[in-house]
């Protein structure tokens, strides 16, 4: 009766025990499909104050208008694997056939990077 018990409390405390953090997580990826048809990004890496960034620009399109642009920033190892993410806000709208530059942070160093569209709100005419 003893051991059951024993093995209860011990079973009990590993439920309350928060998951590893060395659990292997699934990278992220755009929440909008085909952005790339309507908008191109054309960046470089880069150093602002000592840290990386990427910078370069950004370019609707599409006939319509996007706000909450987000760009999806990956930290790649030598082969290629994402081993860092960030997102990032562009913080102005995007107008529909404009271009715009911008730069945001990497996530820290990296061999390469890569810049990706994450996701943005569509909106038609004027935004006012």
């Given at each position: 009766?003893?051991?059951?018990?024993?093995?209860?409390?011990?079973?009990?405390?590993?439920?309350?025990?928060?998951?590893?953090?060395?659990?292997?997580?699934?990278?992220?990826?755009?929440?909008?499909?085909g952005s790339e048809?309507?908008?191109?990004?054309?960046?470089?890496?880069?150093?602002?104050?000592?840290?990386?960034?990427?910078?370069?620009?950004?370019?609707?399109?599409?006939?319509y208008g996007m706000?909450r642009v987000r760009?999806?920033?990956?930290?790649?190892?030598?082969?290629?694997?994402?081993?860092?993410?960030?997102?990032?806000?562009?913080?102005?709208?995007?107008?529909?056939?404009?271009?715009?530059?911008?730069?945001?942070?990497?996530?820290?160093?990296?061999?390469?990077?890569?810049?990706?569209?994450?996701?943005?709100?569509?909106?038609?005419?004027?935004?006012?």
């Amino acid at each position: 009766m003893k051991s059951f018990r024993s093995t209860l409390v011990a079973l009990s405390l590993l439920a309350l025990m928060p998951a590893s953090s060395g659990a292997a997580t699934k990278p992220l990826e755009p929440l909008v499909v085909g952005s790339e048809n309507v908008i191109q990004l054309q960046w470089q890496a880069a150093q602002h104050r000592g840290r990386p960034v990427l910078s370069g620009y950004i370019e609707n399109d599409s006939l319509y208008g996007m706000t909450r642009v987000r760009l999806l920033v990956e930290a790649l190892d030598s082969q290629g694997t994402v081993i860092r993410q960030t997102v990032n806000w562009l913080g102005d709208d995007l107008g529909a056939s404009a271009r715009t530059f911008f730069e945001v942070p990497a996530p820290g160093p990296a061999a390469s990077y890569r810049g990706r569209v994450f996701a943005f709100d569509r909106y038609e005419g004027d935004k006012g």
